[in-house]
């Protein structure tokens, strides 16, 4: 961008808000694939199906890292609380395991998700049973479960085996739909397990291989679904540079996006050239070594 100059001197603080206010419409925008399509409506119908007493049946999102499973999880949590006729005070839970859960933890951190007091539960038999009351007196619908790969990466087998049964006793006794969202190996815990297979039997795979299906509807819609249109030339680099490179994420691809949209926006510019998009990626991908 006419030489790579600095930028944070050449531009005014109204230059910088405007900057500002256009990346928040950018940021706020989701670029849907077909594949996230199917995912909202389906997580629409079940929040329904629950609050209507029809049985709900549960989703894996899976993916591999910055394939964007998370920020699709932060939209089902978006659209169910904005459902109006779902009847109840909570009707969306989150949580993101840590690293090498257990059904204790997993139980206990639903419980604090939910604000819900269980310090006078003595025993796990005690404080499962008020799980599942809590999820029926604040009339749950859906529950949302991050990182669930932890469950099976680098855990004892007990464990692994704990939290499966929990996952069936929970798909048994409440009617909520589940959703575990991880990396690929997170099926591990329905491999052999009918149960599991028969209440979960929706898939959502996120792809980070952006030249082809739903990775290339991705980049269009991101490219184009922002507040600055982009030239065919920074939109054929912008691709480009993200088909070629390795391990490329929902992740990246929003930075160079946002990079050469600000680029643009601070420049005054009514579109996205190939100059902006060069100098996003030079930012973007900066790597700096000195000898």
């Known amino acids: 961008m006419e030489g790579s100059r600095e930028t944070s001197s050449r531009f005014t603080p109204e230059d910088w808000r405007r900057a500002a206010t256009q990346l928040a419409v950018l940021s706020k925008t989701v670029h849907e694939t077909n594949a996230l399509r199917l995912l909202f409506a389906k997580m629409v119908h079940e929040a329904r199906s629950a609050a209507y007493g029809m049985p709900a049946s549960g989703v894996w ?28 005070e909570m009707p969306v839970v989150v949580l993101s395991l840590l690293p090498r859960p257990t059904m204790h933890s997993l139980v206990r951190d639903l419980l604090k998700q939910m604000k819900y007091p269980f310090s006078s539960a003595r025993t796990f038999s005690d404080r499962a049973e008020l799980l599942f009351a809590a999820i029926k007196a604040l009339r749950v619908r859906v529950i949302l479960i991050d990182e669930t790969h932890h469950i099976v990466e680098g855990n004892r087998t ?88 390795e391990k490329a994420s929902a992740r990246l691809l929003g930075k160079v996006i946002q990079e ?32």
Do not use: W
């Not at 964007?68 to 659209?79: F, M, N, S, V, W």
């Not at 939290?163 to 991880?182: P, Y």
């Open 260 to 291: 050469a949209t600000k680029a643009a926006v601070l420049l005054k510019s009514e579109r996205v050239s190939l100059a902006h998009v060069q100098h996003a990626i030079s930012l973007t991908l900066l790597r700096v070594s000195e000898k």
């Open 61 to 88: 999102i899976l993916g591999d890292p910055g394939s964007g499973k998370t920020t699709a999880l932060e939209e089902c949590e978006r659209r169910i609380t904005a459902m109006v006729d779902l009847d109840s």
């Open 158 to 245: 007990a464990n692994q085996q704990a939290l499966r049964n929990l996952i069936k006793r929970l798909l048994d006794e409440t009617n909520v739909c589940l959703v575990l969202a991880g990396l690929p190996e997170t099926t591990r815990l329905r491999d052999g397990d009918a149960q599991i297979d028969s209440r979960m039997p929706a898939e959502v795979t996120l792809s980070t291989d952006y030249s082809k299906g739903d990775g290339e509807a991705l980049v269009a819609a991101m490219l184009h679904g922002g507040p600055l249109r982009f030239d065919e030339a920074a939109s054929e680099r912008v691709i480009e540079i993200i088909v070629n490179r």
